[in-house]
């Protein structure tokens, strides 16, 4: 399999929204590691003993299911502590594993901004493939230029899963997309935009890029929390147009 790059991240703070119940909140992150490109066919292919058609393209028709399986066989690969464990389909993460993971929605807005305060890390025709290129495939990762933290095609090109619920009260399972796709316009090709879908959903401009690190606890790290899973689960009330901020 060919290498994963991976990027230190330090840690910092970020702001996050959810726009469902109209609250803003920060997330105080410890340092993390996490991809410098989407996982590619050929990574995703070499460790399946697969061909890749577009080696250097992003991996996508990925499901959030294979995508945290490819973590788990990567750690294996490595000699690393696999970070998720099965029962069924009902996945928990271990917080204290070292091996490769996707990163929850805090780390990867956080490392997507490095520093950036607007909806874009640079002008957005310089930094991502959307639908102003007027291209009809993913492209090949690296095509445009990295943010501060040396990472590529965080917006734009394809969506990225995390870790985490999208909104456990409204759609049941639904894990998070972020990133715009090479099909989408400016207004979701930003660092704070929401998208999910359920975990065997899989999408032709939707891929993952991986994280890594280890933290104390057994079930709370970097912004995500089971205990707050459950009680957004339960929120009861209406429901605002949409769930993505301006910003």
């Not at 490819?70 to 271990?94: K, M």
Request: with cysteine.
């Amino acid at each position: 399999m060919t290498d994963l790059e991976l990027a230190r991240i330090e840690g910092g703070t970020v702001a996050l929204h959810d726009a469902r119940r109209q609250v803003r909140w920060s997330v105080d992150l410890e340092p993390f590691e996490i991809g410098v490109y989407p996982v590619t066919e050929e990574q995703l292919g070499g460790l399946l003993g697969e061909t890749a058609a577009h080696p250097r393209r992003p991996a996508t028709e990925v499901s959030w299911l294979r995508a945290i399986r490819f973590c788990n066989a990567a750690s294996e690969w490595e000699g690393l502590d696999p970070a998720y464990t099965f029962d069924g389909e009902e996945v928990t993460w271990h917080v204290d594993a070292g091996g490769y993971r996707l990163p929850t929605e805090a780390e990867w807005e956080f490392a997507c901004r490095a520093g950036s305060t607007g909806p874009h890390y640079g002008p957005l025709a310089e930094v991502a493939w959307t639908a102003a290129d007027g291209v009809t495939t993913p492209q090949d990762v690296g095509g445009k230029h990295p943010n501060l933290n040396g990472l590529f095609d965080t917006l734009g090109n394809v969506w990225e899963w995390c870790w985490d619920l999208l909104d456990p009260a409204r759609y049941d399972g639904y894990r998070v997309f972020r990133g715009g796709g090479f099909a989408d316009d400016a207004w979701s090709v930003r660092a704070s935009t929401r998208r999910g879908g359920a975990p065997r959903m899989h999408h032709e401009d939707v891929g993952f890029r991986v994280a890594r690190g280890g933290f104390d606890g057994a079930d709370a790290a970097q912004g995500w929390s089971a205990a707050i899973d459950a009680e957004r689960a339960a929120i009861d009330g209406p429901l605002p147009y949409g769930w993505t901020p301006r910003r």
